[in-house]
């Protein structure tokens, strides 16, 4: 069960935020899906999204609730900036679930049936086999919801860079090793398989407890399944509570978790992701990006208290 006593204790800050650099070829357009969203584990303080030299826009929520932006771009450089100060708290991932959390499939609602089925990437109705072979044995509902992260996390070997949009969850089942989008579209499906709802998120993600030496900021992939009434993260890239996540989309898979879809001639030439935390009043949004001012990326857990 969750503990819905728990309030909202947001005792750190973060900065996260990300810099694009498109240069076109022709005349081109863009899908930006980068705001933050809100959420019941985080406050965000301040946010700003800087669009070249005022490109033109317009924006609407699709049908997951991400906030998206159709941007025409100019010709030549394009830099598009997002940045924000948000308040999170210490407390790790699903720290209020305590107990053995049922899978109610038939007391789901309607709008989340979506998240049981297969999609682009989360093959699930190939998977179903070696789901039922591997995984059958396991108690329905979170711990089959554990032990698939597990697997995956043990099996799955991680590349750095290795990503594909070509490659779906069966496509890496086979291969062994991926990227953080990769662990989570197999760890989607093979929920999915078990009729549980499984739904793609990305956002950002500190290193706080967690040292990370090669310092590889980037949008993070991970899943969340809705068990009991609530959703909760299964993240098998890490397969450890962590803390500080903010989430920018939600979705079937990296379909509608795309940071940017390019329309007509422009390429991708500068990409820069920073999520780190920093002493409050430090840093302001728009202020160049200086790790000097990081203070975590460590074993010791600072609050802001």
Known sequence: MLNQSEGRDLDMTLRVGCRLVY??????????????RPGSHHEILEEKLTLGNGLPFDEHEDTHGNRVLRIELGAGSNTITHDAIVNVSSKPDNHALTGRIPADTGKLPMEFLRYTLPSR??????????????????????????????????????????????LSAGDILQRGYGVCRDFAHLNIALNRTFNVPARYITGHIPDIGVPDPEQHMNFHAYAEVYLG?????????????????????????????????IYGGANLTYFQ???????????????????????????????DR
């Open 229 to 261: 009434g609530n959703w909760f993260t299964t993240d098998a890239r890490f397969h450890v509570p962590r803390i500080g996540r903010i989430t920018v989309s939600r979705g079937l898979d990296a379909v509608d978790g795309a940071f940017s879809t």
């Open 121 to 166: 990437y989360c093959d699930s109705d190939k998977l179903t086999n070696f789901a039922w072979e591997k995984f059958g044995h396991i108690e329905h509902g979170w711990p089959r919801v554990q032990a698939i992260s597990e697997w995956v996390h043990r099996n799955i070997e991680y590349r750095y860079m290795s990503g594909s949009p070509h």
């Open 273 to 303: 992701v920073w999520a780190y935390q920093i002493v409050p009043g430090s840093v302001n949004v728009g202020d160049a990006v200086d790790l000097t001012k990081r203070i975590d990326n460590q074993v010791e857990i600072r609050t």
């Open 23 to 36: 240069d076109t070829t022709g005349p081109a357009s863009l899908v930006l899906n980068l705001r933050l």
